[in-house]
């Protein structure tokens, strides 16, 4: 059988302020059109569906929307667990209606027991959990890591294993490559709270959410990250996004990126301000996108923030990336004692990365009268 | 066909601080053993399951628990809508799914216009909602009030009656006695957006959520409260719980009300303190029950709360219903020099109705000694 392979949604994120809702659901759009050309058999969310254990209203109902429509509307068989940002009791409120349209969604550590088989493979879907759950369920206290965890769950899971048929295990944690090959596993996951790629070999597939980056694990054929659909942080703004077509019926099992194309592209923009203000200037980023600024300038300048917005609307981040080279000595004094709300205006956007609002710039006058006053008194 | 109609279950309220979900637990066994010995066809919940719009997680899977075991293993078809405590959105959450099992769950205003049919009769699901709601939906600036929007909605509603059957309205609002004779609403709905049962005439029976005594309507014959399946104020204290069994194949209807029993109840008690301390007096009142205390009292009782206690474990409210007749100047000055930790003590209780922690009687002695300090330096 085929199934797409998507994990770490997230609805409800947001990136610095600006609701990334249509983001997603454009995401979700283009996830659908893939399902469809691909012409899979299923649809596999490997955990983080929402973004928070409390979320939003709109971001329920957006969720709500996408599963509908993908389950119920469009008929793929659907299998999803919760990860570590959603609360597994929320997320699963009423699942146990779901699988009448086989939408199968499981929260729990015990239902990693019960595999779902769908054509000619059996699922085994385990939550996000955490070393304390496994200890409880297999009453067993010697069991302190997941790494411990998942090697009792594992061997439970084959215990289930039905001959002539593939093995699919949908999880959510930090696994580690097996040959050191992987550097950035290495590097993000924590030594006995990593799960080694080795404990996971009984499986044809190991379907994987928790991080966004689907190279995470690139020198294992047959354990994948899918990645987030979006880019989420400026960590990830390099990335291509996507998902995985996984095909069952061959041995290794073939997997297949299919890449998606951001509505609104995170853009990391390294330069000086005067380039980066030069409408010559080509930077080869839409209006809309999120841009992440690296400023170069060893110079103080005057509203910096308000300024750049003028020609990138949507600035989530502005970093200095040189020292300055002028000391507060060497500023003008002259203008410091012009204007002092206009420093004070400019400080504010620099530390906050925000312009002043008209009640902020009212509070900062007020505060700046009553300490003329006392300094003249 | 006949029917359940019950609301108003507030999962997840507190009392005072004491968590009600095994009290809610044991409601809803009798609930079910109710609606399995009358043998009913469905059961109608009409309004107000959360007691928030944000329930905790441990209601949302106490919700979910009752909705499974209510509709999945006892095969009840269940009709509910959402009230004003309820988010629509949170708890309709996966709602499209639940129809599999005729659990129709209904949260907008578009769906009271698509009456579900069970037996001989029809339902309409009207969640609660606001007059902007109605507005937006007729495409009508002139519906100010939810009585203007009932005009409009019930007109509606009878566009979609069949002949040949029944018609039953799920509702959670005020709704006002048409003669005047229910002092009750009368006192507790306000003006325009009451809605007076007159306008509800064309259905056999209205099954209304929101107030939670059952005498709200009790002139009406078949525009009924349910009320709650707790007592959840003291206001309620002197109620009779329970459901309504509704029998539609009678002109009128048969409506038969089954009372619920408190497992543990919520009882006022007026009396001294000398009477309530006294292990001769017999209360009628379990150790666990919820104890609302009005003391006659009228002179000033030393740790009233934390000696109440020792007798009557689960007090959720302490008042004095007389004026005390000692001022502060009778009162024994030598015992306020004698310890102010004490006197600031009681004070604590009286005001908060709870004793003193042990860290808040450290810090009490700590500004007590500062205090003193200072009164010498």
Same mark, same amino acid.
């Given at each position: ?28 759009? *283009? ?40 389950? =119920? ?24 209606? $779901? ?22 493979? *059996? ?5 996000? !959990? ?30 289930? !294993? ?11 944690? !930090? ?34 959410? &928790? ?52 509505? &609104? ?7 000086? !301000? ?15 996108? $999120? ?15 308000? =300024? ?5 609307? =949507? ?22 004692? =012009? ?39």
């Amino acid at each position: 059988m085929r199934f797409l392979h998507t994990a770490d949604w997230h609805i409800g994120k947001k990136l610095n302020g600006y609701d990334l809702l249509p983001e997603q659901r454009d995401a979700y759009q *283009q996830i659908k059109a893939i399902a469809k050309t691909e012409k899979v058999d299923a649809v596999v969310v490997a955990g983080d569906l929402y973004d928070r254990a409390l979320p939003s209203e709109a971001a329920v109902a957006t969720l709500d929307d996408m599963l509908v429509d993908l389950n =119920r509307q469009e008929k793929f068989p659907l299998l999803a667990i919760s990860g570590n940002h959603d609360s597994g009791v929320r997320l699963g409120y009423g699942q146990q209606w $779901f699988t009448s349209t086989e939408f199968y969604l499981r929260t729990t550590l015990a239902s990693a027991l019960k595999p779902i088989t769908i054509g000619d493979t *059996q699922f085994f879907l385990l939550p996000y !959990f955490e070393p304390f759950q496994a200890r409880q369920f297999f009453q067993d206290d010697q069991i302190k890591t997941v790494n411990q965890a998942m090697a009792r769950l594992v061997a439970a899971m084959q215990a289930k !294993f039905q001959e002539g048929q593939h093995h699919v295990l949908v999880a959510h944690f !930090f696994a580690a490559g097996s040959q050191h090959s992987d550097s950035e596993t290495a590097v993000q996951v924590g030594g006995l709270n990593a799960v080694p790629v080795d404990l996971l070999s009984p499986f044809d597939y190991v379907a994987l959410g &928790h991080l966004h980056r689907k190279e995470a694990l690139q020198n294992e054929p047959t354990v994948k990250y899918s990645g987030s659909p979006l880019k989420f942080s400026t960590s990830e703004s390099e990335d291509t996004k996507g998902v995985w077509i996984v095909d069952t019926d061959t041995t290794p099992v073939t997997v297949t990126f299919k890449p998606l194309k951001p509505w &609104h592209d995170l853009v990391v923009l390294t330069d000086s !301000f005067e380039h980066l203000m030069n409408p010559e200037k080509d930077y080869d980023v839409q209006s809309e996108d $999120f841009i992440a600024i690296e400023l170069t300038d060893t110079m103080p300048i005057p509203n910096v923030m308000q =300024r750049l917005k003028t020609r990138f609307p =949507r600035v989530i981040e502005l970093q200095r990336i040189n020292q300055l080279t002028v000391t507060p000595d060497e500023l003008d004094i002259h203008q410091v004692q =012009r204007d002092p709300l206009q420093l004070m205006t400019e400080f504010f956007e620099q530390v906050t990365q925000h312009p002043m609002q008209v009640t902020q710039q009212k509070w900062a006058k007020e505060a700046l009268q009553a300490a003329e006053k006392e300094d003249k008194e």
